[in-house]
């Protein structure tokens, strides 16, 4: 399902704009600013539907490659909600482009350059006492960022009196990472079999 967009060179201002702010909180990859992008996207301007956000993510993380994919789909969703879907032809094609490398580059460039430019200095000085405590100090906020993420996409099917089974499946899956030494693959080809059956 696709939205039908008007959106102007302020919007596509504002919106690259966004992902270059986003892209310094991203402290655990991209992945935790998932809320304030849906904020941003799906309840403030309404870009995104709540089935392509959700979507985005999900085929994202389901792919190989870097976590941050979820991101250029985003972006490419926005684009082709303007470009009139699918139907649109080379203007859809061309906005889509554009949204995906908007969003790319904003969530990418700040964080990149920070990156760069501090990791040798933090790395001469690993055995300071304030790096030593940054470091400790950013590991709950980047595990409250990722429950926030999660509880998002789970919130987001709004049938919680169905979504037991997920439920029960997402504890197995904690139990098995935590006590067991089974790849993660095996867990997520058993998550992708349970849905293709309609059991979660």
């Excluded at 197995?172 to 849905?195: D, Q």
């Amino acid at each position: 399902m696709t939205l039908s967009l008007q959106l102007s060179f302020s919007d596509w201002l504002a919106f690259f704009q966004h992902f270059l702010s986003l892209s310094l909180l991203a402290v655990g990859g991209a992945v935790i600013t998932a809320p304030d992008m849906h904020r941003f996207l799906v309840d403030e301007n309404q870009w995104l539907t709540e089935q392509q956000f959700s979507s985005s993510i999900a085929l994202a993380q389901s792919a190989p490659g870097p976590n941050v994919l979820f991101v250029g789909l985003m972006g490419w969703n926005v684009g082709l909600n303007a470009g009139a879907g699918l139907g649109g032809g080379w203007v859809s094609v061309g906005l889509s482009t554009l949204g995906l490398v908007l969003s790319l580059l904003g969530i990418m460039l700040p964080s990149s350059v920070l990156t760069y430019t501090t990791t040798r200095w933090a790395h001469q000085h690993r055995d300071n006492r304030a790096i030593k405590a940054f470091k400790l100090g950013m590991a709950p906020l980047v595990i409250a960022l990722l429950i926030s993420t999660a509880w998002l996409l789970t919130a987001s099917h709004n049938q919680a009196e169905r979504d037991w089974p997920l439920w029960l499946l997402t504890l197995a899956s904690v139990i098995l990472v935590w006590r067991t030494r089974i790849h993660l693959l095996w867990l997520i080809g058993a998550g992708a079999v349970l849905g293709a059956w309609g059991w979660v």
